[in-house]
């Protein structure tokens, strides 16, 4: 899933492993008053789902299409397109990512 990440976020993530758990982080420019996350694969712990657990919103900013134009070619799909939440709350998406994850998106209003 790094790979498909770095791709559409057009970053690159930063390998934090321990022992038995495989950690990628996304860059974080402020790192007290920034949102973070990673990737990581610690085994048996998680099990991908396309309907079961929390749907975790990534930061799609400035334009949530140039991440959802992306996501095909990178191995991915899109589950629910460019939607508008309201006109002061931006938008939202649904993605899949290469192994199985439902991943929201979120950009905020022009």
Do not use: W
């Amino acid at each position: 899933a790094t790979q498909f990440y770095e791709s559409i976020f057009a970053t690159t993530l930063i390998p934090m492993d321990l022992p038995n758990i495989r950690m990628r982080m996304f860059p974080l420019d402020d790192i007290q008053n920034g949102i973070g996350g990673a990737v990581v694969d610690s085994g048996g712990f998680h099990k991908p789902s396309l309907t079961d657990g929390p749907l975790i919103y990534l930061n799609a900013n400035p334009d949530i299409q140039l991440i959802l134009d992306k996501v095909d070619s990178a191995g991915g799909s899109i589950m629910v397109g460019k939607t508008e939440i309201s006109p002061e709350n931006g938008y939202m998406a649904v993605i899949i990512d290469t192994e199985g994850n439902r991943i929201g998106l979120h950009s905020v209003a022009p």
